[in-house]
């Protein structure tokens, strides 16, 4: 899992005509994806898979990769597996890039050694970036203030709120600058796609994809949508006022605002919900808070009071009794568990 690998068998015309490379992403070709506990493997697989065959279908050695810790021992990923070989980071040799790889109970994962580790890689100018829940990591460092990044959607609520100087995206990935950040699953591949394409063209990012039977035809999702996207596409007046109510979560909107600003009366609106939803809009719009106040609950350390204020409820009793009847116990009892 060291170094890159030069395959016997290449595709004539994408070795005989390399393509110019465009910088910055072009000089990233030494990666390290540094794993942490508990990391999520096919993150890690979907990422690391797209530089081994670059080099297959160029015939050459365009990316080098080594899998790494802060101590040099293999780390298990979420599913119990650990790579080999695995080298320790201060003995990696020069890195260009250098991937935190992320997964379950982040922040149980980062520990002092490791943001240590990753300031002294921005000091060298190594290119940072992350996968799955690996932006956490970039974060609590302080490496993202002023970025733009994306991160696993369960976590976006509650890692907006602990680092307000971070700009999260609700995006499959994000690439501003020296920070390359995305969410886990598929979504790294896509991120690779794109900075493989800076570097050798994108005759080779498109001969990639075809060898990983990829139709590039957008991003995938940042995290999961609130409406069918079969709805979301017949309905586009629906769609627009979920999404309205999607972004504001910790100052709502009454529901005629949001009629009105996608240009339907409340009553209008109220019908499309009811038939689509079997809900009313208010309804929809308070299972929508109390769900963000749920992954609050569950991902961030925030006081259950600052939470409620997160989720545009004007006290905790208020939110207390709106928690209980949704979910059969209270956020005190969600945050122990």
């Not at 065959?53 to 597996?81: E, I, K, R």
């Not at 498109?206 to 609130?226: L, N, T």
Request: proline fraction near 6%.
């Amino acid at each position: 899992m060291h170094g890159a690998i030069k395959s016997a068998q290449v595709a004539p015309e994408i070795a005989a005509a390399p393509e110019p490379a465009d910088e910055p992403m072009a000089r990233l070709r030494r990666i390290g994806f540094l794993t942490l506990p508990n990391y999520s493997m096919i993150a890690l697989s979907n990422a690391l898979e797209a530089c081994r065959m670059a080099n297959y279908v160029t015939g050459g050695a365009a990316y080098s990769w080594q899998v790494l810790t802060v101590d040099g021992a293999a780390c298990p990923a979420s599913n119990g597996l650990s790579l080999s070989p695995t080298a320790r980071l201060a003995e990696s040799g020069p890195l260009d890039l250098l991937i935190v790889c992320g997964g379950i109970d982040v922040r149980h994962a980062v520990a002092r050694s490791t943001r240590d580790a990753l300031r002294r890689a921005a000091r060298k100018g190594v290119a940072l970036g992350a996968l799955c829940t690996g932006t956490f990591a970039l974060a609590e460092a302080g490496l993202l203030n002023g970025y733009r990044c994306a991160i696993h959607w369960e976590n976006l609520a509650a890692i907006r709120e602990e680092f307000p100087d971070v700009a999260f995206q609700e995006d499959a990935f994000v690439i501003d600058r020296d920070r390359l950040t995305c969410t886990g699953g598929v979504a790294p591949l896509e991120m690779m796609l794109v900075m493989i394409a800076a570097a050798l063209g994108p005759r080779t990012a498109g001969a990639v994809a075809d060898q990983f039977i990829v139709r590039r035809s957008g991003a995938p999702e940042g995290r999961k949508a609130p409406l069918a996207p079969e709805v979301a596409a017949r309905q586009p007046a629906l769609a627009k006022a979920v999404e309205l109510m999607a972004r504001h979560v910790e100052k709502p909107m009454s529901v005629a605002d949001v009629a009105a600003a996608v240009a339907l009366s409340q009553r209008q609106l109220e019908r499309l919900f009811q038939h689509h939803l079997a809900q009313s809009p208010g309804v929809f719009y308070l299972g929508l808070r109390l769900n963000r106040a749920r992954e609050l609950l569950r991902l961030s350390p925030l006081p259950v009071t600052d939470v409620a204020f997160a989720c545009g409820f004007q006290s905790a009793a208020h939110f207390s009794v709106a928690y209980g009847r949704r979910y059969g116990h209270s956020p005190k009892a969600e945050r122990a568990a």
